[in-house]
């Protein structure tokens, strides 16, 4: 049962527990990780542009 939850439910993360405590985001760190998200984005979608751009060569 390695990788599955210990309720038998699969993983933990997908059916909405993680045996702890929940934490709450406060509005700034949700900002913050948005942003962050948001700059990975961008670096996936430079190098996939760059992927394009040498098989169109």
């Known amino acids: 049962m390695t990788g599955d939850c ?3 439910g ?10 702890g405590p929940r934490r709450v985001l406060t509005k700034e760190e949700k900002i913050a990780k948005l942003k ?4 990975e984005l961008k670096k ?3 190098a996939v542009e760059e992927h394009i751009e ?3 060569k």
């Open 10 to 19: 699969g993983d933990c993360h997908t059916h909405g527990h993680n045996h």
């Open 44 to 46: 996936e979608l430079a």
């Open 6 to 8: 210990c309720c038998g």
């Open 36 to 39: 962050n998200y948001a700059e």
């Open 54 to 56: 040498e098989l169109s």
